[in-house]
């Protein structure tokens, strides 16, 4: 039986994206995302925020460089990917991120003629992971 690796997510940018070009010169963009959920913990609510480490490559990341920014609503479609590499003493480590294939921007509409436009990958290589990523 086959299996789905799918995510979507609605959050709010919790910093600018960090653009990037790997050797080759495919552009990536790196960025957190944070959502919350009301929790009742007695007789009281509190919100929990996770954060979650967001991946563009390609024309996402282009358009995450030039529209998106700190505070900024967005709607990620995606999926999982946990990358793993052995840090400077030996030591194992692991990362977990959304690779983002659609990317979408919930935010109102600003008055400096800056448009909400959508953007989703033509294609699955504009979305898969590469080697080289210089961070």
Do not use: C
């Not at 997510?9 to 653009?19: A, Q, R, Y």
């Not at 509190?46 to 490559?57: A, Q, S």
């Not at 990341?61 to 400077?88: H, N, Q």
């Not at 030591?91 to 921007?105: A, D, L, S």
């Amino acid at each position: 039986m086959p299996s789905v690796n799918k995510v979507f997510l609605i959050g709010n940018l919790g910093k600018d994206p960090e653009v990037k070009y790997t050797p080759s010169g495919v552009q990536i963009a790196k960025f957190s995302l944070a959502t919350s959920e009301r929790i009742k913990k007695g007789d009281n609510w509190e919100e929990k925020t996770d954060w979650h480490n967001i991946v563009l490559f390609a024309r996402q990341a282009e358009y995450a460089k030039e529209y998106l920014k700190k505070g900024m609503i967005v709607f990620i479609d995606g999926k999982i990917s946990t990358r793993t590499w052995d840090d400077e003493n030996g030591n194992r480590k692991y990362m977990t991120e959304i690779i983002g294939n659609v990317v979408k921007n919930l935010s109102p509409k600003r008055d400096d003629n800056h448009e909400n436009i959508d953007v989703e990958s033509s294609s699955e290589k504009d979305s898969e992971p590469v080697d080289d990523l210089p961070f």
